[in-house]
C-alpha cells in the first residue's frame, strides 16, 4: 500500500498537469495527444460502510464469503480507483458510488 501512496504522491507533485474535477473523481490531463489526453485519473475514497457495504455487495453477487485483505481496504480508503499513464494500468473500486 505504501508503494501505490507514494506512486500517487510522486505523480501530483511531478507532473506539471492540468487537474479537472469530475464528480467521485478527478483527472489529470496532458494536451500531448489530442484524442487521449487524460494521463493520470484518481477515484475518490470510500469510507468504512462503503467499504464494507462493497464487500458484502461482491460476496451476494459471487454467492461466496470473500473477506477483503487488508491491503485493499487500506488501497479504497485511498483511493476507490485509478487510471495510470493513459489507462496501460488501471484499478476499480466501487462502480456504483
Known amino acids: 500500500m505504501t508503494i501505490i501512496q507514494y506512486l500517487i504522491n510522486e505523480i501530483l507533485s511531478t507532473w506539471d498537469l492540468e487537474k479537472n474535477s469530475k464528480p467521485n473523481r478527478y483527472e ?3 494536451n500531448r495527444f489530442e ?9 475518490n475514497p470510500l ?11 461482491v460476496n451476494n ?8 485483505p487488508e491491503f485493499l481496504k487500506s488501497l479504497l480508503s ?5 487510471n495510470l499513464f493513459y489507462g496501460s494500468l488501471s484499478f476499480y473500486g466501487s462502480q456504483t458510488h
Open 28 to 30: 489529470l490531463n496532458s
Open 35 to 43: 484524442k487521449f489526453n487524460t494521463m493520470f485519473e484518481f477515484y
Open 47 to 57: 469510507d468504512n460502510f462503503q467499504i464494507d457495504f462493497l464487500e458484502q455487495d
Open 61 to 68: 453477487a459471487q454467492g461466496s464469503n470473500f473477506v477483503f
Open 78 to 82: 485511498y483511493t476507490n480507483g485509478m
